[in-house]
């Protein structure tokens, strides 16, 4: 059965939707709502599909869910295999591990990227004036904390997620890319840990499926 996605490609949180199906073997449709028009704050959208007017939403048969990280997780819960790598682990060290490295990316990683995507690219496309100097500062200042939190993380483990790829390296491999888009890459290259991190994700089937999607 094929799942509905009603999302867009430029949406991180809709790529990492994607990225878990095709790491599932899922078959979905991509719904677009053009973010540029505004159809995500649509009220029929809102009052149907989203409270928050925000997207990715997936459709399942009669399901329906939102917000990105709970799709993914419902994804999982349904069609990974009880080895997979996807699910969370089971034991008490590697469960907080696991939590503590979701947690950042959740609670710091994420919104600081999205913070700087914000105020060096959308607000004045958006009219509503320049970036807030302060703003750039103190989000740049907790997207480095968490990138050297990651350096030495992954001094230790291969992935994000442990010892094993995982859901935590899917929820971040979307804003490791948009920082090229904020031509921040270079962030990337001094942290050497980080980088051979980012080669190896990167180069994963799912991830280039979703970049062939960019070429339509």
């Known amino acids: 059965m094929t799942v509905a996605i009603y999302g867009s490609i430029q949406s991180t ?87 503590q490295m979701a947690s950042i990316d959740y609670s710091y990683f994420d919104p600081s990227v999205a913070k700087l995507g914000y105020e060096k690219k959308f607000k004045k496309f958006m009219g509503k004036g320049e970036p807030d100097p302060e703003q750039v500062d103190q989000a740049y200042s907790t997207m480095t904390t968490c990138l050297d939190l990651y350096e030495q993380h992954l001094a230790k483990k291969p992935f994000l997620s442990g010892e094993a790829f995982g859901v935590i390296d899917l929820y971040s491999m979307p804003w490791f890319q948009f920082l090229s888009f904020l031509e921040m890459s270079d962030e990337i290259a001094p942290r050497p840990n980080v980088q051979i991190w980012w080669t190896r994700v990167a180069g994963r089937s799912s991830w280039q499926a979703l970049l062939k999607m960019f070429e339509h």
């Not at 073997?25 to 149907?48: A, R, S």
């Not at 917000?67 to 819960?77: G, T």
């Open 13 to 99: 949180c809709t790529q990492r939707v994607i990225l878990v199906c095709h790491e599932l073997g899922v078959q979905y449709e991509l719904k677009d709502i053009n973010m540029m028009k505004g159809e995500h704050k649509d009220p029929q959208f809102v009052k149907d599909f989203h409270p928050f007017g925000r997207i990715p939403v997936l459709e399942d048969g009669q399901a329906r869910i939102f917000e990105s990280r709970a799709v993914c997780q419902y994804l999982i819960a349904k069609h990974a295999k009880p080895d997979s790598t996807l699910r969370r682990p089971l034991d008490a060290l590697p469960i907080g591990l696991y939590e």
